[in-house]
């Protein structure tokens, strides 16, 4: 069965120093790895994904995540946190083998950014 | 304007009604699905459709029914059946094997 693992309920980071929010995943196939990130009473928003190719994907806001297959990890980091960074974060995995097929997120990481 | 319309954004149930969320995508996508969240919980799928007329269950779909008799629409049903059912319900839709994009969100209180 497809799962993912956010270990961090909450993240702190000081403005302008790099931040990295942790996922794991397991699945039986190929996994197809997604980051998005929600703001108060809002649906989510896209942020990067993985499908296949450079391990290190790059996406919006200044954000990248590093695929790593033998430790089935995902990270999510910036180089230079912002204060408007701080949301709530999910990783989400989908079976890559799969037409379609569920689609599993974490139980999310509240990233904090203090000034 | 493309995307993913979810009504009403606020509703109010009293115990032992049904209700139906509402869900319409106009960016032609296959997939559709409906998560619930709850504070501390992330999203947990409740159903999920890859076609029209046919859709599978999540992991918790005890007290809810879908439909997909047209490929922009997954209406969700709560029924009285589901004993807990105040949290915010979120629908998205995906491309085969893409990302998805999600509606606004319907928070749903139970009074």
């Known amino acids: 069965a497809q799962s993912v693992a956010q270990p961090e309920d909450q993240v702190n980071v000081a403005e302008g120093n790099p931040l990295t929010v942790k996922c794991t995943y397991s699945?039986?196939?190929?996994?197809?790895l997604f980051w998005y990130v929600q703001y108060p009473n809002r649906g989510l928003q896209f942020l990067l994904k993985?499908?296949?190719?450079?391990?290190l994907v790059k996406g919006s806001y200044g954000f990248e995540a590093e695929f790593n297959k033998s430790q089935t990890s995902f990270h999510l980091k910036k180089p230079s946190a912002l204060v408007s960074d701080s949301a709530l974060y999910f990783c989400?995995?989908?079976?890559?083998?799969?037409?379609?097929?569920?689609?599993?997120f974490g139980q999310g990481t509240e990233l904090s950014v203090k000034p | 304007d493309g995307g993913i319309t979810q009504s009403p954004k606020y509703l109010f149930r009293k115990e032992g009604q049904n209700v139906t969320l509402s869900c319409e995508q106009n960016?032609?996508?296959?997939?559709m699905y409906w998560y619930r969240q709850d504070p501390g919980q992330g999203l947990r799928l409740i159903y999920y459709?890859?076609?029209?007329?046919?859709?599978q269950k999540g992991d918790i779909a005890e007290g809810y029914s879908v439909s997909r008799e047209k490929k922009e629409s997954f209406p969700l049903t709560v029924t009285s059946a589901q004993k807990n059912p105040t949290a915010f319900y979120l629908c998205?839709?995906?491309?085969?094997?893409?990302?998805?994009?999600f509606g606004q969100g319907t928070r749903l209180t139970v009074v």
């Open positions: 699945v039986s196939g190929n996994p197809y």
């Open positions: 998205a839709s995906s491309p085969t094997r893409s990302e998805a994009f």
């Open positions: 993985y499908i296949t190719g450079d391990n």
């Open positions: 960016l032609n996508h296959d997939a």
């Open positions: 459709s890859q076609i029209v007329n046919d859709f």
């Open positions: 989400a995995v989908r079976e890559g083998n799969n037409q379609g097929g569920k689609l599993i």
